[in-house]
């Protein structure tokens, strides 16, 4: 059973950056594909990321480069940074596990963190 | 991006009751459709993927349909514990996207 949990500040200023972990347990993140998720009211839910083991990504194109996003394999965890935050990028941030039925990169989400709500305010 | 456009917002229903959830697509995505169910505060669950496979552990009466544009969830007999938000999700484009979610309520 995969647990992914998730974890970081619940607040941060608008213009700094947000930092968020993704800690694996039950798998390995270099034998799977992974995926930052957010959910706000306004937006709902919008996809961010997916993180490969080898640390690559591909994003979200809304996102305008604001993230980085690294792999900790000795951790089993991988992270996000988005700069630049605005009141906008407050939300609910999951972590999830991405899975294909027949390979290739047609993604659909099997297992997900519990969600950290995280606050852009002054 | 590809836009998914759910209906009903919300729906109220009964227990026993058989219930069909509609999402549609703004381009055709084959079958690379998934479903979700939530709970409040809790993280979205997957119940189905590709269009009509039920993910291991969701009870049988939950079923999806569709290809195209075109998808259903439906429930055939309500049970209290599937009161809840439901999400389709494409991943056929690079850029996965969500419905706006349909809320099912007890009448």
């Known amino acids: 059973q995969v647990h992914l949990q998730e974890s970081g500040p619940g607040l941060v200023k608008p213009s700094e950056t947000l930092s968020l972990t993704c800690t694996v347990s039950g798998g390995s993140v270099t034998s799977n594909v992974w995926s930052w998720i957010r959910q706000s009211p306004g937006k709902g839910l919008e996809w961010i990321a997916y993180?490969?083991?080898?640390?690559?990504?591909r994003d979200n194109p809304s996102l305008k480069s604001r993230l980085t996003i690294s792999v900790d394999t000795s951790r089993n965890q991988f992270s996000l940074n988005l700069r630049s935050v605005t009141a906008a990028d407050t939300a609910v941030y999951y972590c999830?596990?991405?899975?294909?039925?027949?390979?290739?990169?047609?993604?659909?989400?099997?297992?997900w963190g519990q969600g950290i709500l995280v606050t852009v305010s002054p | 991006d590809i836009q998914m456009t759910q209906s009903p917002s919300s729906l109220s229903a009964s227990v026993g009751d058989r219930v069909t959830i509609t999402c549609r697509t703004s381009?055709?995505?084959?079958?690379?459709l998934n479903w979700y169910q939530q709970k409040p505060g809790k993280a979205p669950k997957l119940l189905i993927y590709a269009g009509s496979t039920l993910q291991t552990g969701v009870p049988s009466r939950f079923s999806g349909g569709g290809s195209g544009t075109d998808f259903t969830l439906s429930i055939s007999s309500l049970q209290p514990e599937d009161f809840a938000t439901y999400y389709c999700q494409q991943s056929y484009s690079d850029i996965p996207t969500f419905g706006q979610g349909t809320k099912l309520e007890i009448k």
């Open positions: 381009q055709t995505i084959s079958n690379f």
């Open positions: 993180v490969y083991y080898s640390g690559s990504i």
């Open positions: 999830a596990r991405a899975r294909t039925r027949f390979g290739g990169d047609k993604y659909y989400f099997d297992y």
